[in-house]
Structure formats: C-alpha cells, structure tokens
C-alpha cells in the first residue's frame, strides 16, 4: 500500500501557535531558515528513493523561488498553501479566490508545474465555509487537502468523512488527514505534532492499522520547522504554544528515518490517481 507523504512548506514564526505574539508585518525581521530545513527533507527523502507534495506558501515561495524550482525538479509534486498562511475561516469568499488563484499561478511560473492541489492553512475547511470547495475548482484545483475529521481545540470537523470523497459533483476531491478509530474514538495520526507527542512504534502501528484494517492509504504531513531544533525561540508564546512546537523536535530526524523505510510513500496526485 502506497501513503501519501506531505510537507508544509512554512517557517518557524508563522504558525497559528505564534499568531498572536508574531505580526505578519513583522516576518520579515525573522531569520529565514525554511532553506535549510527543506534541504534536510529533501535529503532524507532522496536516500530513501520517496517522492511527496510539498504543499507551498506563497510568502515563502516569492522569497526563496529557487527552492521550489528545487524541490520540483527532484520530482517532487508542487502544491499550494495559499498566500499568507490566512486561515480559510478569516477570509471572505472573495478574498479566498484571490488567495488560492495568485498562490497558483506563482507556484505555477516558478516550478513549471501544473498545481492542482491545495491545502488550507491550519486544516481550516469546516462546516461553515463549505463554499471553499466551489472556489477550489473554479479557480482549477482537482483536490484538497484540508479537512481534519475530528475534534481538535484549534480546528477540525468532527463527523466529516475520514477517508478521500466529493463534497459536491463538481469533480474535486478533498483528502482529508489521516484519522484512526479506536474504541470509537477518532486520533488523529496524520503527523504534525502527533507524530512529535506518540511513542514511534505506537505511531507505526496506527498507520498500520488505517492500511490494513480500513484498507486505505494513509497522508503524512509535517513542516520543515519540525527538523530544526536549533530554531530561534519564540520566548513571548504561552507555556501550552511552546509546548506543542517545541516538543521533541530533535526526534523527528531519527523518526521520519524509520517512518520512510517502515511503509512505502508517494506523492498525493499519484497516490490518489489524480493526473489521469
Ligand atoms: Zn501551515
């Protein structure tokens, strides 16, 4: 059974951990160090022969272009993250179109790929903003990625179907992260921080059970943020947003080491059949 393997293009300062201690006027002033830490996946992934979606923001990709020229020629699909990390739940539908069509079309130019899947910010598709799926395919998406299926304090739509369907007949198709039920309760295993919090042999053996007990491929995603623990501290978030970013990242190296030779990984358009 082939998984789906996804990365997150973003930096360290612009996650929704950071949002209310880091301005996005301010970004600028942060050291950059998405680069490196691409490099480091990219290696990783190239030892083990894997190819992935890097699903890209468009704020890091006008700043480092030559990395997404880098990252597509190594074979890897180029998705979009949208423009500036907005989440789908603090945007009009208006300025959503205009979000998901201009992360497009620069992703496009610089990789020379059609895009054709994109991921919300913060898994922020949910109940209330179900007319993302119609701007999704009219601005030429094939595929989303962008609902959790369960309960989360900062996202999720719990009742939402667990594995890959059409919310409308328009064609497009949203995957969403990966969830496991145990003893009726959905967890999520899809990576992220739980990827960081689980023990790995009892992480391996939820992905196990998702191909082998539903029969179905399961997506990865993690940020290249997450293999830095040299990272600047961001010393002004509360105890609970430290908590969760900073948890062990020097683990995650060692782990994704054993996550790529343990199943076998792809990227999300081959996975899902998804370019005809
Ligand atoms: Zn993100």
Redesign the pocket.
């Known amino acids: 059974m082939r998984n789906a393997f996804s990365v997150?293009v973003?930096d360290y300062f612009?996650?929704?951990a950071f949002e209310s201690v880091i301005h996005r006027r301010d970004w600028p002033a942060y050291e950059l160090r998405v680069r490196r830490n691409v490099d480091l996946v990219l290696e990783l992934m190239e030892s083990n022969g894997i190819h992935g979606t890097f699903?890209i923001?468009a704020w890091i990709a006008e700043r480092e272009p030559q990395m997404v020229r880098q990252i597509a020629d190594a074979g890897h699909e180029i998705a979009s993250?949208?423009c500036m990390?907005d989440r789908v739940t603090t945007l009009t539908p208006a300025q959503f179109a205009q979000d998901i069509r201009h992360s497009k079309s620069l992703l496009e130019d610089l990789s020379g790929q059609q895009v054709i899947g994109y991921?919300a910010?913060?898994y922020s598709i949910n109940h209330t903003n179900q007319w993302a799926f119609p701007e999704l395919r009219e601005a030429g998406y094939l595929y989303s990625s962008s609902i959790f299926p369960g309960r989360h304090d900062l996202y999720g739509m719990p009742g939402a179907p667990r594995f890959p369907y059409r919310p409308l007949d328009d064609g497009l198709l949203e995957i969403p992260i990966t969830t496991v039920e145990v003893a009726g309760r959905r967890l999520s295993c899809g990576g992220g921080g739980f990827f960081r919090l689980w023990p790995y042999p009892l992480y391996r053996r939820l992905l196990e059970r998702v191909n082998a007990h539903d029969g179905r491929p399961a997506i990865f995603y993690m940020?290249p943020w997450e293999v830095d623990p040299e990272q600047p501290r961001i010393s002004e978030a509360s105890l609970r947003s430290r908590f969760r970013h900073y948890l062990n990242l020097k683990q995650v190296v060692p782990r994704l080491q054993r996550l790529l030779t343990d199943f076998s990984w792809d990227r999300m358009d081959r996975v899902f059949g998804l370019r005809g």
């Open positions: 997150d973003e612009q996650v929704l699903f923001l993250h949208g990390h991921r910010p913060s940020h």
